[in-house]
């Protein structure tokens, strides 16, 4: 598997994000510092706190996404870690966070944590979970809209990238990464896969028209992007 990535806003957002957190904290505890020494100054401290604040919170959305480990682009290679050079992953570079060529067709990987049982049934999908306090089901509303938003965004990108090029259909793909997560799809109307079960789904998939090798290191190169292979 070839994988592809805008490594410098990876790093660049991972730095921002310790930024923003350590900053923000750095404020917040100049903020007590002031209140101790300047006690009537109580409009100026609660400024430097809110500061303090905002910046460690925007921060640690940041933090969390672009600098914990494993990252999602980091979780998905894993997902397809030991196929073929057939296969390559596209990692925010294409509108879409996560975009996948295969012989089987592109597609534009909508990742979700979901916990329980998801199934789709009777024109819906509805999330399944036990707990001590019983079983509660509830319907998972609006994620084939948003899964197809990413595709839409994907094939646009791709377009504009390859003008030249007959551009593939670019699928939605739901994929569950939760270890707790179930899925019961096979008749849904886009697909929806478990991260475990990913290369086998794949590998199974019918051949569909997609991007040649030629063409996909034609983007790559358009996009000023370096591969590496994930074995």
Do not use: C
Not at 84 to 104: E, G, I, K, M, Q
Not at 186 to 215: C, D, I, M, N, Y
């Amino acid at each position: 598997m070839i994988r592809y990535a805008n490594e410098r806003m990876i790093s660049r957002n991972g730095k921002l994000g310790k930024i923003l957190t350590f900053g923000g904290m750095g404020v917040l505890v100049l903020g007590l510092i002031l209140s101790v020494a300047y006690p009537a100054q109580v409009n100026a401290v609660l400024g430097i706190a809110l500061v303090g604040v905002l910046s460690s919170q925007f921060g640690m959305v940041f933090y969390n996404r672009w600098s914990r480990r494993p990252r999602m682009d980091e979780v998905i290679d894993d997902s397809v870690k030991g196929l073929d050079s057939r296969y390559a992953l596209f990692h925010y570079t294409l509108n879409s966070p996560h975009v996948l060529a295969s012989p089987a067709g592109v597609f534009a990987i909508v990742p979700r944590m979901d916990e329980g049982e998801v199934a789709w049934e009777g024109g819906k999908w509805t999330l399944t979970r036990t707990s001590r306090g019983g079983t509660k089901t509830r319907v998972l509303r609006g994620i084939e809209g948003a899964a197809q938003t990413e595709a839409d965004a994907a094939a646009s990108a791709l377009s504009k990238r390859l003008p030249e090029t007959t551009i593939p259909k670019v699928l939605p793909m739901l994929l569950f990464l939760n270890a707790k997560a179930t899925v019961h799809a096979k008749q849904a109307p886009l697909l929806a896969v478990h991260g475990k079960k990913l290369k086998e789904t794949l590998r199974q998939l019918p051949k569909g028209p997609s991007l040649s090798p030629e063409q996909l290191k034609e983007l790559a190169s358009r996009l000023g992007l370096t591969s590496t292979t994930q074995e």
